[in-house]
């Protein structure tokens, strides 16, 4: 669904992303899956790997939205959340305040393989988030999900910005 700021959806996602509502972010996630279920989308996906969020920003909301999200599909699919896949190593700058030419900078090297990557081998993995604007953040971490052999890599967002 297209992202606009100051919709309706757009309040729905400030909700769990900044005003702690994470059942709602779960519930979200519960809602889009039933609604694409029945279009094929998740046929083969093997895994839900969230989007890893920083460690200093986990410790200032007390979860992330987008593992929250994936756990919302997961209740409809059955598909594992997979936590321990891919992490988040370091943090730069939010993304938010960056131009489309410096997002993909600010995003470089900032995932690497988690204790558990080597399961992913020959899996199909689905990345979570809640909005892509430039897809920076979701490209940089399906480049390191593929250095898996054998992985195929599909993206699901709540919605996506046009800007």
């Not at 059955?78 to 936590?83: A, F, R, S």
């Not at 997002?103 to 988030?129: S, T």
């Amino acid at each position: 669904m297209n992202f606009r700021p100051k919709s309706e959806i757009a309040e729905i996602v400030y909700d769990f992303k900044y005003r702690g509502m994470r059942n709602t972010a779960v519930e979200m996630g519960r809602i889009a899956a039933e609604e694409i279920l029945l279009s094929g989308f998740f046929d083969g996906i093997n895994a839900l790997v969230p989007l890893p969020l920083n460690k200093s920003r986990y410790r200032e909301r007390g979860y992330n939205q987008s593992e929250r999200i994936a756990y919302g599909i997961s209740l409809i699919t059955g598909i594992p959340v997979e936590t321990e896949y891919v992490v988040r190593r370091s943090f730069k700058t939010s993304q938010t305040s960056l131009s489309k030419i410096e997002r993909p900078d600010n995003v470089k090297d900032v995932f690497c393989l988690g204790e558990k990557a080597d399961e992913m081998r020959g899996k199909h993995i689905l990345i979570v988030d809640d909005v892509v604007t430039t897809g920076a953040t979701t490209a940089a971490c399906a480049k390191i999900v593929l250095q898996i052999p054998d992985t195929k890599v599909s993206i699901f967002a709540l919605g996506h910005t046009t800007h």
